[in-house]
T-cell receptor, first 113, second 110 residues
Framework: DAGITQSPRHKVTETGTPVTLRCHQT?????MYWYRQDPGHGLRLIHYSYGVKDTDKGEVSDGYSVSRSKTEDFLLTLESATSSQTSVYFC????????????FGEGSWLTVV | DAKTTQPPSMDCAEGRAANLPCNHS???????VYWYRQIHSQGPQYIIH???NNETNEMASLIITEDRKSSTLILPHATLRDTAVYYC???????????FGGGTRLMVKP
């Protein structure tokens, strides 16, 4: 158990509506990540954070924004959801320096109709 | 970034050792090799990682060749619950991310 809670776990929303996914951790880890997973594409990094208010873009950041106002929460926002953002979203944390072992949450299933 | 190449799928008999290969011929000297797996509908699960030496933990063993251009993940006694997609990953360019490829779909059969 990596101490990660993702919410909501399942959501159906309409095209054009805003959506926020929340990742909550209990261990005060500095690094947090948002990935998406789609058939045929594997896991792709959307955004990551290396501290409060410190974030950076990943491989597929277009259409997404993130915020980290406190250590334990990393929010992923779709300002105007599109059908191409239907996916499974995984949050991850990295406990320490040196080796880059990261641990994943259980995922949030998002369907945009 | 160092890229990895894995077979798309493999079968293994229950109770036998599963040997999953990975090629990472462009790996650089300070890059680690990581293995994760993903059981259907679950988040990826960390298995093991290594730099140069072989590593073993309660889940698996990792054998890295001397030139570090390839590695093998060994599940010593595969069970049906080991059926999953296994990802071999080399540390990403920026050092703050792990880039996942297509992985190997391991099917353990009774």
């Amino acid at each position: 158990d990596a101490g990660i809670t993702q919410s909501p776990r399942h959501k159906v929303t309409e095209t054009g509506t805003p959506v926020t996914l929340r990742c909550h951790q209990t261990e005060n880890h500095r690094y947090m990540y948002w990935y998406r997973q789609d058939p045929g594409h594997g896991l792709r990094l959307i955004h990551y954070s290396y501290g409060v208010k410190d974030t950076d873009k990943g491989e597929v950041s277009d259409g997404y924004s993130v915020s980290r106002s406190k250590t334990e929460d990393f929010l992923l926002t779709l300002e105007s959801a599109t059908s191409s953002q239907t996916s499974v979203y995984f949050c991850a944390i990295r406990p320490g320096q040196g080796a880059y072992t990261i641990y994943f949450g259980e995922g949030s299933w998002l369907t945009v109709v | 970034d160092a890229k990895t190449t894995q077979p798309p799928s493999m079968d293994c008999a229950e109770g036998r050792a599963a040997n999953l290969p990975c090629n990472h011929s462009t790996i650089s000297g300070n890059e680690y090799v990581y293995w994760y797996r993903q059981i259907h509908s679950q988040g990826p699960q960390y298995i093991i990682h290594g730099l140069k030496n072989n590593e073993t933990n309660e889940m698996a063993s990792l054998i890295i060749t001397e030139d570090r251009k390839s590695s093998t993940l060994i599940l010593p006694h595969a069970t049906l619950r080991d059926t999953a997609v296994y990802y071999c990953i080399v540390r990403g360019r920026a050092g703050n991310m792990l880039t996942f490829g297509g992985g190997t779909r391991l099917m353990v059969k009774p």
